[in-house]
């Protein structure tokens, strides 16, 4: 419970070592976020997703900016992903950031993938919790550099936005599903760059097609320009910062934060059951060399995976067998 | 259950925008199977230190081309330890004199690679050295 108390006193290295134990899985640190739990729920969760290197970093830097002139605390998680040959990571999101490293109301923590699929890292949720908990008032949330499916950033935040930049495929990208789709605001980002109009007019056509949107919030569209032209960067940004603001009122207005925060707990429970359930199982499997064997008897085609998984299920979860394994 | 990854920073003191070394050491510690947050060029000691903090690092590596060192190095350590961070250890690299090292050890600058040293033997000093906790 102390250390609980700690970070809702603000309390950085707590913080930051509870999202390491987190990260890397030690149990006690579950009991911390239990402690913490009943305190979240009061930050605004801001997502920004995009393909590498369209500059959701920089833009984040310039909304804490945006944000800092109106006296909020700010948190930022920023996700990179981990090599999956060596386990390694390099995490260079906060070069983009440092400006902001000496203000002790912005809390900056870097986050691998640890090979999580989605676009995030398994503690991110957690982590979000953390920030919230320590009293930061609006959090950023930054994925790896997406492709298509990356879309686990909707489970987690308030607003969505996707970042994208001119060049990047024909039209028919834009009516693909996936990241799109679960866009609350759009960035055109280095619009100063040629196809910037057309791939506007291209997300235009695509959103007219829509028949009708939650709360009648339509995505709205912003350009922002280079960030060496400083009067209308700065402009962009802020009309960004009013879109993000907007969106959230738009939420509350017509009852929908709730879907969202719907949204979010479902996503953690899912984790979670995975975690407490799903997760110790494989756990023993491995160390007792029966997933090895399991592994061996589908390469030599004497069994198939759904005849192991009932297996392992009959085996591991004691009561009536489940209707979804055993069909 | 859970592993224990070492999470180290590699930050560029000063007025040095030479950074290709320190480029070259992140990305031969992320292949040796680290956490490494790079904070890029032209970082004052008090961004390092803050950044070190809110990052949980196990260890900061400084690289320093310019000559700066003796003001640089030690006021990061100073830095951590003004702010109850001492346990993060601090480590450096550059273009170092010989007679200059000692006055590092003593600021608390527990280890110096200089032009010459491999990459392995400083991934084997750090795994050696950085006890995870």
């Known amino acids: 419970m102390k250390k609980a108390e700690k970070i809702r006193k603000g309390d950085v290295r707590t913080a930051t070592r509870l999202i390491r134990n987190i990260e890397n899985n030690i149990p006690e640190a579950r009991s911390t976020i239990r402690n913490l739990f009943p305190f979240t729920g009061k930050a605004r969760v801001i997502g920004l997703t995009g393909a590498p290197g369209t500059g959701k970093s920089t833009l984040i830097d310039s909304l804490i900016a945006c944000y800092r002139k109106k006296d909020k605390k700010i948190g930022a998680l920023l996700v990179d992903p981990t090599s999956p040959f060596t386990g390694g990571a390099i995490l260079g999101d906060r070069i983009r950031l440092q400006r902001h490293a000496e203000d002790s109301d912005v809390f900056v923590r870097s986050l691998a993938t640890r090979c999580a699929l989605g676009g995030l890292s398994k503690a991110a949720g957690d982590a979000v919790h953390v920030m919230d908990a320590m009293g930061k008032e609006v959090i950023f949330v930054e994925t790896v550099g997406t492709g298509q499916q990356e879309v686990e950033i909707m489970n987690h935040v308030h607003t969505v936005i996707v970042v994208i930049v001119p060049g990047m495929g024909d039209s028919i990208q834009a009516i693909k599903a996936g990241i799109l789709e679960v866009a609350d605001v759009f960035v055109i980002n280095k619009a100063q760059r040629d196809g910037a109009d057309k791939l506007y007019q291209e997300l235009m056509s695509m959103l007219n097609m829509v028949d009708s949107f939650p709360g009648g919030w339509r995505p709205p569209v912003i350009r922002v320009g280079s960030l060496f032209e400083k009067d209308i960067f700065e402009k962009n940004i802020a009309e960004l910062a009013e879109s993000i603001d907007a969106h959230y009122r738009n939420l509350v207005e017509n009852d929908l934060l709730g879907d969202r925060v719907r949204r979010k707990v479902t996503a953690e429970l899912n984790e979670a059951l995975q975690f407490s359930i799903l997760a110790p199982i494989l756990e023993q499997l491995i160390a007792e060399g029966e997933f090895d064997t399991l592994v061996d008897k589908l390469l030599k085609k004497e069994t198939d995976p759904y005849t192991c998984a009932e297996e392992v299920a009959k085996k591991y979860l004691r009561k009536q067998p489940l209707k979804g394994v055993t069909g | ?133």
């Open chain 2, 1 to 133: 259950m859970g592993e224990r990854k070492l999470r180290i920073m590699v930050a560029k003191p000063g007025l040095d925008g030479h950074d290709r070394g320190a480029r070259v050491l992140a990305r031969c510690f992320r292949d040796a199977g680290f956490e490494v947050i790079y904070t890029g060029c032209h970082q004052a000691p008090e961004q390092i230190a803050a950044s070190a903090i809110q990052e949980d690092v196990d260890v900061v590596g400084l690289s320093c081309l310019s000559g700066a060192h003796r003001y640089l190095f030690p006021r990061v350590v100073e830095l951590l330890k003004e702010q109850d961070a001492s346990d993060i250890m601090v480590i450096g690299g550059g273009v170092i004199p010989k007679q200059d090292f000692q006055m590092l050890y003593d600021a608390g600058i527990r280890e110096i690679f200089t032009p010459g040293a491999s990459l392995d033997s400083i991934v084997e000093w750090i795994k050696n050295n950085v006890k995870l906790t």
